[in-house]
C-alpha cells in the first residue's frame, strides 16, 4: 500500500512540474557547409551557421531567416580557398595547421585586425549577412612556445572581439 501511496505522490509531483520544463525555452543550432541550402529544413533552428561563399543572399530563404543566420569565419586560420587568402601578409603568418592544411595567424596584430574587418567583415555586412560566428579563435596555441606568448595572443584575441562588438553593435557573435 505505501508504494502505491510514493507512485501517486511521484506522479503528482511530476504532474504538477510538467508546465515549469515546458515553458523552458530550449534552443537548436544547424551548421550547414553545403550549397542550395533547404531553408525548409533549417528554418526550424535559431541558429544558422553558414559559409557565405555558399549562400545566395537575394533568396526568399535569406530574407526570412537573416536574423537567425551566422556566417562562418575562421579567425585564427586561413585556408587557401579563402577567397582573400593571397591577400594575407605573410607577417601574420605564425605557422601552420597540419591537420587543416591552413596558416595560423597572428590573432595579436592590429593590422590583421584592421584587414578582418575591411576586407572580410565589412564585405559580409555589405552582402547581407549580420551575424558572425567565429572558429579557429584558440589556434594560437598550436603554434605559441610559452605561456607569455599565449597570454600575449590572446589579449590581441580580446581586443579584436571587443572592437567586433563597438563596430559592429548589432550584429551577435558566436565564439
Known sequence: MKHLCYVKALFLAFFLTLPLYASLSSKSAVVYYGDDIPY????????????????????HGFKTYKENIYVYLSIGEVESKASYYNDINTSWVLGENEI???????????KYHEFLFKNVIDSMRSQGFKNFFFDTLDSYNIVAKSDIER????????RFIKMFHQRYPDSKLII
Do not use: C, R
Open 40 to 59: 525548409s529544413l533549417v528554418g526550424i533552428h535559431d541558429y544558422i551557421i553558414l559559409q557565405p561563399s555558399h549562400i545566395n543572399t537575394a533568396t
Open 100 to 110: 587543416w592544411h591552413s596558416k595560423v595567424l597572428d590573432i595579436s596584430n592590429e
Open 151 to 158: 597570454k600575449f595572443l590572446k589579449q590581441g584575441l580580446i
